[in-house]
């Protein structure tokens, strides 16, 4: 992509991004109208809605041969990564925007070709905005975050991950999850995918699984994770497909065989 | 206790919190000289131990008649809690405070005569204070916390606990456990245990469970949720020895029952 071009995406993006911010502010006392969408706790409101449909109209009015993949559903169709994709979740961490009216975040990423380009992840309230440009680094507001340390000991890291790794699931058998634990130093939930790669940019996590994410948790976090030395593919390693739903790890790259070794020795 | 001499030790320790604070951002990023306690994941930096001997110096000099519980152990050696006793926990969280350089606390709970009469937790890097006085309500910063809302269903609670209570433990069965967290709407992890009775007493979590906490882990969270509705007992529903770890729970009043039945499916 035009590194020119890509500076103007980026510079729009973060105006955009810090609009609905404070539209988000702004409207979040206001009734919520909660419904539920794959199930009971699968959380949306009318701001998640109405913060796509900012998003959508922006760039369809700005860039009309740019393609839109958003949670909500009010962008594109897609059936392929190919031309200028912003994958957008308005409000990442519903349940936490309901809940708690904090730690929920919007996340834009732009690909380009399949290419993740730009990333971009802010955390509403805190006034938190992790950012980076492929190639150029990852900043947390203005400060550069500095390349993950090459740690070694998966028994002194932090993980992220929610409580059905370690119930009856599809994915791994649950007893070897239940040992990963008792041999990693710590586990965090946080209930946003978008601020636990943005921890894991940060090296406040050492890395982070979840059993099923959809691009637009995960568009933005690849990039800066990407930008620190970070890796993610999906619990065998491979790389993930843009366009589905994937079980995923995230992490410093110096954990990323350990983490995955765990995950294969229960793995189904 | 005297209105008048509560109020002298709340501002006393409200001053000395935000001095303990002041030392511990000074220093924070000096080398903690980190160890290790009961286990290789139970962290210790020199400034828990300075922190404490701070707020041990000045208690001290100021009531010479009051007790310490602390956490590094430069208190007194307890077996009553007759009298005044301050329990504190000078960085609660220490994980997260060598991990992520944030998300960790000051928690000071002040006693008489086995009443909890003052609970203050600061949010160190977040700069967010959460103080109580018995009877007088509790506040975050500023602003006074309301009443827990009177919530009555259990599949929309979100639940603070670790990943070790779906582990095989000495407590509960874990497959009651794993049951449990299908049955709840969302479960969080943020590895301090003070933040996490702010958080249930602020109302962003409905609860928060744990295996084993020890009297500064919660004697001024305790104080904090009574002023909001909220209770505090062991697993099986009974009042707490303050000079014991304990495993415990504490959340909204209308939820008690209901975690309490959870748990003792379990029960072993």
């Given at each position: 992509?035009?590194?020119t071009?890509r500076d103007e ?8 991004v ?6 988000i502010r ?11 969408k794959s ?11 109405e913060?796509?449909?900012?998003f ?5 009015k ?12 009010y962008g594109?169709?897609l059936?392929?990564?190919?031309g ?15 809940h ?31 950012h ?6 990852a900043?947390?507001?203005d400060v550069?975050?500095p ?9 002194e ?6 409580h059905?790794?370690?119930c009856?699931?599809?994915f791994v058998?649950?007893r ?5 634990v ?6 965090r939930?946080?209930?946003?995918a978008a601020l ?11 890395g982070?699984?979840?059993m ?8 933005a976090?690849?990039?800066l994770?990407?930008?620190?030395g970070g890796?993610t593919?999906?619990?065998?390693g491979?790389?993930?497909?843009m366009?589905e739903?994937?079980?995923?790890l995230?992490?410093n790259?110096a954990?990323?065989?350990?983490i995955?070794?765990n995950l ?5």
């Amino acid at each position: 992509m035009n590194v020119t071009l890509r500076d103007e995406l980026y510079n729009h993006a973060i105006e955009w991004v810090h609009e609905a911010g404070n539209i988000i502010r702004d409207k979040m006392n206001d009734p919520l109208d909660i419904q539920t969408k794959s199930n009971a706790n699968d959380l949306v409101t009318k701001l998640d809605k109405e913060t796509e449909q900012f998003f959508v109209g922006k760039i369809k009015k700005t860039y009309r041969d740019h393609f839109v993949l958003g949670e909500e559903g009010y962008g594109d169709d897609l059936s392929s990564l190919a031309g200028t994709v912003w994958i957008i979740d308005p409000i990442d961490g519903t349940m936490n925007f309901v809940h708690q009216k904090r730690n929920f975040a919007i996340s834009v990423g732009i690909y380009h070709d399949g290419v993740g380009e730009i990333g971009i992840i802010y955390d509403v309230m805190a006034n938190t905005l992790y950012h980076a440009k492929r190639g150029e680094g990852a900043y947390k507001n203005d400060v550069r975050l500095p390349a993950l340390m090459e740690k070694t000991k998966i028994n002194e890291a932090i993980i992220g991950m929610n409580h059905f790794w370690l119930c009856e699931n599809r994915f791994v058998d649950e007893r070897a999850m239940q040992q990963f634990v008792k041999d990693i130093r710590g586990t965090r939930v946080y209930g946003s995918a978008a601020l636990e790669f943005a921890y894991t940019a940060e090296g406040i996590m050492d890395g982070y699984i979840s059993m099923s994410l959809s691009p637009w948790d995960i568009a933005a976090g690849i990039v800066l994770v990407n930008e620190v030395g970070g890796k993610t593919t999906d619990i065998d390693g491979n790389e993930l497909n843009m366009l589905e739903k994937s079980p995923i790890l995230t992490c410093n790259s110096a954990f990323h065989t350990k983490i995955l070794d765990n995950l294969q020795k229960g793995r189904k």
